[in-house]
């Protein structure tokens, strides 16, 4: 199947510093990726559609200006927590799909807000 | 609207004892239907699919069937093992084509020897 990478996997950062997470598609283009975040033991919730070269759609209830989101590239969408704070550290997860209805999911990237 | 319930856990059972984890949708047509797994330390991997009605998903063991009469799609195993371990998600296509998946909350499976 597709394959899809995130980096970092984990992160650690001081509070009020922002972190970027990149999200790529490897053997395939992506016009659209989606960004979830998942809580310690709860489901994935969507935070934002990424759109390649448009802005990016966000879920009712996500700061944009939070968490900002750029895909300028058909392969590479990026997140970034703006001045993060301990209540951001969760496991974010990136997935693209071919169009056909399935998802390829990144491994996810940990951040850790101190 | 657009959700998707499955049985909450953890579930424990003994190896080789048989698997039911429970999901139903709410959709207005007939989404496509899946079943992730996630690993303890890992991200999301397909388990199974159905693209439509009365469609059967299998992979590693692991079945689930469309059925659009009681809008479920509960998965089963018929012999766990300890290496199925791991949290299991429900999820439906929120639409056609290259839209979102609506996740369930998981269920946590631990099988012990």
């Known amino acids: 199947g597709a394959v899809v990478s995130q980096h970092p996997s984990r992160v650690i950062c001081k509070s009020g510093t922002s972190v970027k997470i990149e999200c790529r598609s490897l053997d395939f283009q992506a016009t659209t990726m989606f960004w979830y975040r998942q809580f310690p033991k709860q489901s994935l919730m969507l935070m934002a559609t990424s759109n390649e070269g448009s802005k990016a759609t966000y879920e009712q209830g996500v700061e944009k200006d939070k968490f900002l989101i750029n895909h300028a590239s058909l392969t590479l969408s990026t997140l970034t927590v703006t001045s993060a704070h301990p209540e951001d550290s969760s496991f974010y997860i990136c997935s693209a799909g071919l169009g056909t209805g399935e998802l390829f999911f990144g491994e996810g990237s940990r951040l850790t807000v101190l | 609207g657009n959700s998707v319930t499955q049985m909450e856990g953890p579930v424990t059972l003994s190896e080789e004892a048989f698997l039911t984890i429970n999901c139903t949708y709410t959709a207005t047509g007939y989404p496509s239907l899946f079943w992730y797994v996630q690993y303890p330390g890992e991200g999301l991997q397909l388990l199974l699919k159905?693209?439509?009605?009365?469609d059967k998903g299998s992979n590693k063991g692991f079945e689930a069937t469309y059925r659009k009469e009681t809008t479920s799609f509960h998965l089963e195993k018929g012999s766990v093992q300890v290496s199925d371990s791991a949290v299991y998600f429900c999820a439906r296509l929120l639409d056609s084509g290259n839209t979102p998946l609506v996740f369930g909350k998981g269920t946590r499976l631990s099988v012990i020897a």
């Open positions: 159905a693209t439509k009605a009365d």
